[in-house]
């Protein structure tokens, strides 16, 4: 029973996911007159916008669903795909229900996107969203304010409702319920990883890109209720791995189910990180700007797309797993990704300093031949299994 | 052939640039025994004057970088940057400098470059360079300090900007350069300093203006680079930069006087045939067989972007002793990378306006996507908004494996046949 409830609910993940037309928001549009604002990874102030009566929508590119042809008109060869993706399905009118489009400051890649975004669709709201590099409350802090109120002013002349603090202030807490529910599933997949495959939990979260924040909860909910009653999910001799790098432009799919396939249990990674990216809930009381600003300076996810003010490149990774109890580190991290690839050497040397196994590849999200990675994780797996203590 | 046979000459000024040059390596090279202290930090959104405020020596990895490919030595950097791990996707800059690092840390001059006894991570128009400083830090384990400048996304600077620069400098980096060098900030001497970086800025102006005129008499983007050295590198606001731009401004006028055209590798240039606006940054391994290649079409570039990385003087700009710190905070702001695409489209037809030219050339270069992503888009625009014939060529700056001569030079020669016969065809 809870077997099929499981599997129901992540077929429905699976067509959000495939729904490049982003048809579900199309109907909530019909239902709820609001206006839908795409964003880019990896964060954006979706508590701001919900606050506004609109819907955030996260943008990832097209996977390997998407065949290529204005996108690479776009873009040279040394580029990664999650732009022509994303400029193809623009072009081709799969984005036109989106009133607008975030592109967070990240790398130079999606900060060109966005000059890209107004040069083809000038009537839209494209917005290049600068967030601080400076978490000083007082000098990043007071930048980010002006930032986050020029957006809200920008949201409410395209016809969102005005910014008012205690709509935003239960904004932040739907926000807040969600990410325990997320922080919980990663929790349960961390301590039996059996009974939270990684390819279902990342439907789940990219399910969360295009649902409003309170579906997404109870469906994080059914989903929980579901694996927990599901007695036919059963531990097997798989290695623990911590996956990082691919923050960003995705991993397809299969490419997920692949390494789960050659005996990797993924018990950490770093996908679709805004729905994870405070590290704590955003406080509720006094100013929800101010607290939505603070979660961002102080409480936030170390990421190669931050500067790392303290120095301590690495520290983060290794931290994270001895928490997992993960016994190796695969770094999968798109081709071209300047964030992920440049960060990798200082990472790499930290873990190395802690004697944790690691392997490392690249892929695209269009990446249609799994064999050499399945057998590159396959081979990292079974070392780990030999080498090193007992897996779960 | 376009160009006279005579071998190639070195501009007096060029001289001058070379021992200014030549002297601050050699005084880094001896920090040891001055006690003398480095700061590193970026082109793009340098402060240079406010590190010479703090009698600090500026060190310029990117310009390392540039001259260790033009040395030669930059392949074998990058491959034993890629042996310790670095990926062959990422910026050639970086490995090109930790590969150098790796070798001794030997720079352009041949003498060995101190460790920095402060990272200045002017972080302006290009995400790499927080990577790269990042790296360094790891590398030499030197006190860092961020600057970070906000992206001009809509091509204006708001005060929230200017205001979010201006309190980075006050509480982070002077109090940091304050504490690297054991001295108080002295804002009499900072206005002094903008005040001859201002008077620099105006020859330097004049100078990439002067290509307005038929025939040019400097190429704006080869013999730019050289143009632009002191300035955007460790000289500006000082005596020296100011004498430099003077001279090189009175050299500019006696061609200008004489009809000449720019001096060339292939020497002085005797027919101007073609008059080209580019966009992007230089190769730097075959830099002078790259000039060679227009010089043998006859091509002049009159504009280029790449020129404007380090400040954009000739649309206005120019340091403001009166206003110090919102000064350099505008300056930082308004570098070429850090502009929105959109800007970018109309300053470069604008270029090609103002320049007279034939057409638009972009150099896209592997290494940098602040340059390169959107490029493709931008060429399109720029045709549809000014008709001018535009082309597309692709390397990278300082790794030798992307630079295919044979490939550069066909594209070269059917852009300009384009041109030719798109002229014939308006006289027809």
Request: charged residues 25%.
């Given at each position: 029973?809870?077997?099929?409830?499981?599997?129901?609910?992540?077929?429905?993940?699976?067509?959000?996911?495939?729904?490049?037309?982003?048809?579900?928001?199309?109907?909530?549009?019909?239902?709820?007159?609001?206006?839908?604002?795409?964003?880019?990874?990896?964060?954006?102030?979706?508590?701001?916008?919900?606050?506004?009566?609109?819907?955030?929508?996260?943008?990832?590119?097209?996977?390997?669903?998407?065949?290529?042809?204005?996108?690479?008109?776009?873009?040279?060869?040394?580029?990664?795909?999650?732009?022509?993706?994303?400029?193809?399905?623009?072009?081709?009118?799969?984005?036109?229900?989106?009133?607008?489009?975030?592109?967070?400051?990240?790398?130079?890649?999606?900060?060109?996107?966005?000059?890209?975004?107004?040069?083809?669709?000038?009537?839209?709201?494209?917005?290049?969203?600068?967030?601080?590099?400076?978490?000083?409350?007082?000098?990043?802090?007071?930048?980010?304010?002006?930032?986050?109120?020029?957006?809200?002013?920008?949201?409410?002349?395209?016809?969102?409702?005005?910014?008012?603090?205690?709509?935003?202030?239960?904004?932040?807490?739907?926000?807040?319920?969600?990410?325990?529910?997320?922080?919980?599933?990663?929790?349960?997949?961390?301590d039996?990883p059996w009974?939270?495959?990684?390819?279902?939990?990342?439907?789940?979260?990219?399910?969360?890109?295009?649902?409003?924040?309170?579906?997404?909860?109870?469906?994080?909910?059914?989903?929980?209720?579901?694996?927990?009653?599901?007695?036919?999910?059963?531990p097997l001799d798989q290695a623990r791995v911590?996956?990082?790098?691919?923050?960003?432009?995705?991993?397809?799919?299969?490419?997920?189910?692949?390494?789960?396939?050659?005996g990797c249990y993924?018990v950490?990674?770093?996908?679709?990180?805004?729905?994870?990216?405070?590290?704590?809930?955003?406080?509720?009381?006094?100013?929800?700007?101010?607290?939505?600003?603070?979660?961002?300076?102080?409480?936030?996810?170390?990421?190669?797309?931050?500067?790392?003010?303290?120095?301590?490149?690495?520290?983060?990774?290794?931290?994270?797993?001895?928490?997992?109890r993960a016994e190796g580190?695969?770094?999968?991290?798109?081709?071209?990704?300047?964030?992920?690839?440049?960060?990798?050497?200082?990472?790499?040397?930290?873990?190395?300093?802690?004697?944790?196994p690691?392997?490392?590849?690249?892929?695209?999200?269009?990446?249609?031949?799994?064999?050499?990675?399945?057998?590159?994780?396959?081979?990292?797996a079974d070392s780990i299994k030999l080498f090193s203590g007992a897996s779960a | 052939?376009?160009?006279?046979?005579?071998?190639?000459?070195?501009?007096?000024?060029?001289?001058?640039?070379?021992?200014?040059?030549?002297?601050?390596?050699?005084?880094?090279?001896?920090?040891?025994?001055?006690?003398?202290?480095?700061?590193?930090?970026?082109?793009?959104?340098?402060?240079?004057?406010?590190?010479?405020?703090?009698?600090?020596?500026?060190?310029?990895?990117?310009?390392?970088?540039?001259?260790?490919?033009?040395?030669?030595?930059?392949?074998?950097?990058?491959?034993?940057?890629?042996?310790?791990?670095?990926?062959?996707?990422?910026?050639?800059?970086?490995?090109?400098?930790?590969?150098?690092?790796?070798?001794?840390?030997?720079?352009?001059?041949?003498?060995?470059?101190?460790?920095?006894?402060?990272?200045?991570?002017?972080?302006?128009?290009?995400?790499?360079?927080?990577?790269?400083?990042?790296?360094?830090?790891?590398?030499?384990?030197?006190?860092?300090?961020?600057?970070?400048?906000?992206?001009?996304?809509?091509?204006?600077?708001?005060?929230?900007?200017?205001?979010?620069?201006?309190?980075?400098?006050?509480?982070?980096?002077?109090?940091?350069?304050?504490?690297?060098?054991?001295?108080?900030?002295?804002?009499?001497?900072?206005?002094?300093?903008?005040?001859?970086?201002?008077?620099?800025?105006?020859?330097?102006?004049?100078?990439?203006?002067?290509?307005?005129?038929?025939?040019?008499?400097?190429?704006?983007?080869?013999?730019?680079?050289?143009?632009?050295?002191?300035?955007?590198?460790?000289?500006?606001?000082?005596?020296?930069?100011?004498?430099?731009?003077?001279?090189?401004?009175?050299?500019?006028?006696?061609?200008?006087?004489?009809?000449?055209?720019?001096?060339?590798?292939?020497?002085?240039?005797?027919?101007?045939?073609?008059?080209?606006?580019?966009?992007?940054?230089?190769?730097?391994?075959?830099?002078?067989?790259?000039?060679?290649?227009?010089?043998?079409?006859?091509?002049?570039?009159?504009?280029?972007?790449?020129?404007?990385?380090?400040?954009?003087?000739?649309?206005?700009?120019?340091?403001?002793?009166?206003?110090?710190?919102?000064?350099?905070?505008?300056?930082?702001?308004?570098?070429?990378?850090?502009?929105?695409?959109?800007?970018?489209?109309?300053?470069?037809?604008?270029?090609?306006?103002?320049?007279?030219?034939?057409?638009?050339?972009?150099?896209?270069?592997?290494?940098?996507?602040?340059?390169?992503?959107?490029?493709?888009?931008?060429?399109?625009?720029?045709?549809?908004?000014?008709?001018?014939?535009?082309?597309?060529?692709?390397?990278?700056?300082?790794?030798?494996?992307?630079?295919?001569?044979?490939?550069?030079?066909?594209?070269?020669?059917?852009?300009?046949?384009?041109?030719?016969?798109?002229?014939?065809?308006?006289?027809?």
């Amino acid at each position: 029973m809870s077997t099929l409830a499981a599997r129901a609910l992540i077929e429905r993940c699976e067509e959000l996911y495939h729904d490049l037309r982003l048809d579900s928001v199309r109907h909530w549009k019909e239902r709820t007159g609001g206006l839908a604002i795409g964003y880019l990874p990896i964060w954006a102030p979706r508590e701001l916008v919900h606050a506004q009566g609109a819907l955030a929508v996260g943008v990832m590119g097209g996977g390997d669903d998407v065949e290529i042809i204005k996108g690479d008109a776009c873009y040279q060869s040394y580029i990664c795909h999650l732009p022509r993706s994303t400029i193809e399905l623009a072009l081709d009118g799969s984005y036109d229900v989106l009133d607008g489009m975030l592109f967070p400051a990240i790398c130079d890649v999606i900060r060109n996107l966005s000059g890209i975004w107004k040069l083809e669709f000038p009537g839209k709201l494209a917005r290049y969203l600068d967030v601080p590099q400076d978490f000083d409350p007082a000098v990043g802090g007071e930048f980010l304010r002006l930032e986050l109120e020029d957006l809200s002013r920008e949201l409410e002349q395209r016809g969102a409702q005005p910014y008012e603090p205690a709509a935003l202030r239960s904004s932040l807490a739907l926000y807040n319920e969600n990410r325990t529910r997320i922080s919980a599933l990663y929790e349960l997949r961390r301590d039996e990883p059996w009974k939270v495959p990684t390819w279902e939990l990342y439907l789940l979260l990219r399910a969360g890109l295009v649902l409003p924040v309170d579906e997404h909860s109870a469906l994080l909910d059914q989903y929980r209720q579901a694996v927990e009653r599901d007695t036919e999910r059963r531990p097997l001799d798989q290695a623990r791995v911590l996956l990082t790098g691919s923050f960003c432009e995705q991993p397809p799919l299969g490419l997920i189910k692949t390494l789960e396939r050659a005996g990797c249990y993924i018990v950490d990674d770093d996908f679709v990180q805004v729905g994870r990216w405070f590290t704590r809930d955003v406080e509720l009381d006094g100013d929800p700007l101010a607290n939505l600003v603070d979660a961002f300076l102080l409480h936030s996810m170390g990421s190669p797309t931050r500067y790392d003010e303290r120095g301590s490149k690495g520290t983060e990774l290794v931290r994270r797993v001895a928490e997992s109890r993960a016994e190796g580190v695969l770094f999968c991290a798109p081709s071209f990704c300047d964030p992920a690839l440049l960060d990798q050497p200082m990472t790499v040397r930290s873990i190395e300093a802690a004697g944790i196994p690691y392997s490392s590849f690249k892929y695209a999200e269009n990446t249609g031949q799994f064999q050499v990675i399945r057998e590159q994780a396959g081979t990292f797996a079974d070392s780990i299994k030999l080498f090193s203590g007992a897996s779960a | 052939m376009s160009t006279t046979t005579m071998a190639p000459l070195k501009d007096r000024s060029q001289l001058r640039q070379k021992q200014m040059i030549a002297a601050h390596f050699a005084r880094l090279a001896r920090t040891a025994e001055s006690g003398e202290k480095s700061v590193y930090t970026f082109v793009p959104g340098n402060l240079t004057e406010l590190v010479r405020n703090f009698d600090l020596l500026p060190v310029l990895p990117e310009i390392n970088a540039l001259q260790s490919s033009m040395r030669g030595k930059s392949k074998e950097y990058i491959a034993l940057a890629e042996k310790l791990g670095h990926s062959e996707d990422v910026c050639s800059y970086v490995k090109c400098d930790i590969g150098m690092l790796k070798s001794g840390n030997v720079g352009p001059t041949g003498e060995r470059l101190p460790a920095p006894d402060l990272l200045l991570l002017s972080y302006t128009g290009c995400f790499t360079f927080m990577k790269w400083f990042e790296l360094l830090r790891q590398e030499y384990g030197a006190p860092t300090v961020m600057l970070h400048v906000p992206y001009q996304a809509d091509g204006v600077i708001t005060d929230a900007m200017r205001r979010y620069v201006v309190a980075q400098l006050e509480k982070k980096v002077i109090p940091a350069l304050e504490k690297v060098s054991g001295k108080k900030f002295d804002l009499d001497k900072l206005r002094e300093q903008l005040r001859l970086s201002a008077q620099a800025e105006d020859d330097l102006a004049w100078v990439l203006h002067s290509a307005k005129h038929r025939p040019s008499p400097i190429d704006a983007y080869f013999g730019g680079v050289y143009y632009i050295g002191p300035m955007f590198s460790a000289f500006r606001g000082t005596q020296d930069a100011v004498d430099y731009y003077r001279e090189l401004r009175a050299e500019v006028q006696e061609r200008l006087d004489a009809g000449l055209g720019p001096v060339t590798p292939a020497g002085t240039m005797e027919h101007e045939k073609f008059r080209v606006v580019v966009e992007g940054p230089p190769n730097w391994t075959s830099f002078n067989e790259f000039w060679r290649m227009f010089a043998d079409e006859g091509a002049v570039v009159v504009a280029s972007t790449y020129t404007k990385v380090g400040g954009f003087y000739d649309f206005g700009y120019r340091h403001d002793p009166e206003h110090p710190l919102e000064s350099l905070a505008d300056y930082c702001l308004g570098c070429y990378t850090n502009l929105d695409l959109g800007t970018r489209v109309a300053v470069l037809c604008r270029y090609l306006e103002e320049y007279d030219a034939d057409g638009l050339l972009v150099h896209s270069v592997k290494s940098c996507n602040s340059f390169s992503a959107g490029q493709l888009v931008m060429l399109a625009e720029v045709e549809k908004r000014t008709g001018r014939p535009v082309g597309f060529l692709e390397s990278d700056l300082v790794d030798p494996r992307y630079f295919s001569a044979a490939n550069l030079k066909n594209r070269l020669e059917s852009y300009f046949q384009m041109v030719a016969q798109k002229r014939a065809g308006a006289r027809r």
